[in-house]
C-alpha cells in the first residue's frame, strides 16, 4: 500500500465553525507532514510530525492545530478560519526521519472554502 | 525557490516532442533534489530525485540534469505524451526533514 488518504475531499466551513482534517498512511512511514497550498502556487509546509511528536511548525497560526495519535494518522483541527486560509491541504508522509530517502509521498488533498 | 506571481510559466509542446522543463534552486549547500508532477484536483506525485554528488539521474521517460555550478535543475520528458499535462514542481531539501518547492512550471501537451 503507497498510498496517503485524505478526508474529507471537501470542506465548506463558516468562520465560527471547528472542524479537522484526517490523513492516513500504512506505508510505515514515521515522518507525516501538512502542507498549504493556495491556487497557481507551489505547496508551502505547515508541520512535520517525526515519530509522532512535533518536530517542526512553520509558524502557522493557532487556529490551526496538528496531531498525530498515532504513526500512521494525522489530524489538522480547523477552528476560527478566515477566509483567506482557503486552499488545498496536502498531507504527506516519508520514511524514516532524516534516513536516506527524503521522498514524500502526498495525498489528494482537502480542498477547503472558509465562508 | 520562492513562489512569485500569479501566473504559472507554461510549456506548451506537441505530442511526441520532447519537453525540457527548468528550475532554479537559492542554495547552494543544497544536496538533493526532486521533481513532483501534480495533476489538477491530485496531490503532487514523485516523477524523480538526484542527489548533489551526481550531475545526471535517468528514470523512465525522465532525465534529470543538475548543474551545480550555476545552481540549475531541469526535467526533460522523452516523446511527451497528453498523460504529462500537469505542474511540474522542482524542490529541494532545505533543512532536516524539509523540502521547499519551486514555482512550478504548467505542462501542456497537445495531441
Known amino acids: 500500500d503507497t498510498e496517503v488518504t485524505q478526508t474529507p475531499k471537501h470542506l465548506v466551513m463558516g468562520m465560527t465553525n471547528k472542524k479537522s482534517l484526517k490523513c492516513e498512511q500504512h506505508?510505515?512511514?514515521?515522518?507525516m507532514y501538512w502542507y498549504k497550498q493556495k491556487a497557481k502556487k507551489p505547496p508551502e509546509l505547515m508541520f512535520v510530525?517525526?515519530?509522532?511528536?512535533?518536530?517542526i511548525n512553520e509558524s502557522v497560526p493557532s487556529r490551526f492545530s496538528p496531531e498525530c495519535p498515532n504513526s500512521s494518522l494525522l489530524n489538522l483541527h480547523l477552528h476560527a478560519l478566515q477566509p483567506e486560509d482557503s486552499a488545498l491541504y496536502l498531507c504527506?508522509?516519508?520514511?524514516?526521519?532524516?534516513?536516506?530517502?527524503?521522498?514524500?509521498?502526498f495525498g489528494p488533498g482537502t480542498r477547503l472554502t472558509v465562508t | 525557490g520562492e513562489s512569485v506571481g500569479l501566473h504559472l510559466p507554461t510549456l506548451s509542446v506537441q505530442e511526441g516532442d520532447n519537453s525540457i522543463i527548468n528550475c532554479a534552486y537559492s542554495?547552494?549547500?543544497?544536496?538533493?533534489f526532486i521533481w513532483y508532477k501534480q495533476e489538477s484536483g491530485k496531490g503532487p506525485q514523485f516523477i524523480i530525485d538526484?542527489?548533489?554528488?551526481?550531475d545526471k539521474r535517468q528514470g523512465q521517460r525522465v532525465t534529470v540534469l543538475l548543474n551545480k555550478t550555476v545552481k540549475h535543475l531541469s526535467l526533460q520528458i522523452a516523446a511527451t505524451q497528453p498523460g504529462d499535462s500537469a505542474v511540474y514542481f522542482c524542490?529541494?531539501?532545505?533543512?532536516?526533514?524539509?523540502?521547499?518547492f519551486g514555482t512550478g512550471t504548467r505542462l501542456l501537451v497537445s495531441p
Open positions: 542554495n547552494s549547500a543544497s544536496d538533493y
Open positions: 506505508m510505515g512511514h514515521r515522518a
Open positions: 504527506a508522509s516519508s520514511q524514516e526521519p532524516g534516513g536516506f530517502s527524503y521522498e514524500q509521498y
Open positions: 510530525y517525526s515519530y509522532e511528536k512535533l518536530s
Open positions: 524542490a529541494e531539501k532545505a533543512g532536516f526533514q524539509k523540502l521547499v
Open positions: 538526484i542527489r548533489s554528488n551526481m
